[in-house]
């Protein structure tokens, strides 16, 4: 399914600084696994799609998904949706219909950063936050004091769900571990808690612990996934738990405007991303991979790797030495000219989102290959290189909005 991104290259051309070649880059596109484009398969998949009125559950394609959805995640059925943003919103309001209801949440969870607070907005529950560890998981101790404290107080509003993420993007790509999920359910049973998973990227998690999916959304009441990311598919997501929450769920869904009609075209891209998710996820987090050992071997002052944070197609890559900041070794990274040809032989515009102060976020998708890979590896050795003969380029903190899903 590899494609690479000469979309781009038009507009990048026109962002090349002044002084530099107008060179034609190839660019390699690693901002986030959200930027991949349907494959051949997949288009004609759309095109061939049967198709109904799923408002009136008629639609057989988007019927099939649901069913081989809820099958695969271990839960009764599944429900299609346009987005995961809508599926989380949708998992909260139908988890906590009281006012005053109180969900527990990762502070840097996608749910809580970049989902617009609708779970306060629409919902109407409240959020408590808790530090994400850098794996991904919470304090079990702390988790369980901040529900204990709330439990049958009347002080407190009503803690009623936890919600997970896995894999915890913020964390880069970790994989929640079976162990942790076991204690958290543990738990939400002890205080009368529901669990819902933030699974997006559930399907990445589920091949680096090369299990099935409902091993891991066992300890879940519900799960949403994403097919617009790992799988490659345009747009789309199912949200799966038990029948009674289905059924709530479609009404949620309508009263969001995301009830869709002959939403076949997109659920047919979905089935082809699930058909050929293992291969296309190992590549990914293969790819990674190289990519992270890369920046090791660099051995260079600027920027480095924790090797055994890389578990699946998200790499973290870590700046220090103060000579440059995450957006400045950005542009660099985009940036292409003649010296880069004169050097390397190509002319290669890498594209990453700064992520925090001190990292950058690399995210490999089925639009990139290994050669994609080597590339941009060489392009960061280049960038390091230069860096380093030029080390007055300046700290400027990377403003956090910069950053994005
Ligand atoms: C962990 C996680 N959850 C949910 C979402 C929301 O997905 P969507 O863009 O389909 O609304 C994202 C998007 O990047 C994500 O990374």
Known sequence: ???????????????????????????????????????AAMRSAMARAAVGDDDYGEDPTVNELQHLAAGTLGMEEALFVPTATMANLIAVMCHCQRRGAQVI???????????????????????????????????????????????????????????????????????????????????????????????????????????????????????????SKGLGAPAGAVLAGRKDFVAEAWRMRKLLGG?????????????????????TLQRDHDNAWCFAEGV???????????????????VMVNISGGCISPAELCEHLQAVSEEELATTGHAVSVLLFPWSAHTVRAVWHCDISAHDTELAKKKLEFVARKCQEKPTLGLHPTPPSARGA
């Open 105 to 227: 949440l990762g502070r840097d969870s996608h749910l809580h950063v970049y989902e617009h607070g609708g779970i306060a907005q629409v919902a109407g529950v409240h959020s408590q936050a808790l530090p994400d560890l850098p794996d991904g998981t919470f304090d079990l101790e702390l988790l369980e004091l901040t529900v204990r404290e709330a439990h049958g107080s009347r002080y407190h509003p009503r803690p009623e769900l936890v919600c997970l993420e896995n894999t915890h993007s913020s964390a880069g790509g970790r994989v929640l571990p079976l162990a942790y999920l076991q204690q958290v359910r543990g738990l939400a049973d002890r205080y009368g808690l529901q669990v819902h998973m933030d699974g997006a990227r559930l399907m990445n998690a589920a091949v680096a612990q090369n299990i099935e999916p409902a091993r891991i959304t066992q300890h879940c009441d519900s799960v949403s996934l994403c097919f």
């Open 296 to 314: 090791q071997e660099l051995n260079s002052p600027l920027c480095s790797v924790n090797l055994t944070a890389v578990e699946t197609n998200i």
């Open 1 to 39: 399914m590899a494609h690479s991104s000469e979309g781009l290259t038009a507009g990048l051309q026109q962002a090349v600084p002044r002084g530099r070649s107008r060179l034609a880059p190839h660019v390699v596109d690693l901002r986030s696994d959200t930027v991949t484009r349907p494959c």
């Open 259 to 279: 009830g869709m009609r002959q939403a076949g075209v997109l659920a047919a891209a979905a089935l082809v991303g699930l058909e050929h998710m293992g291969v």
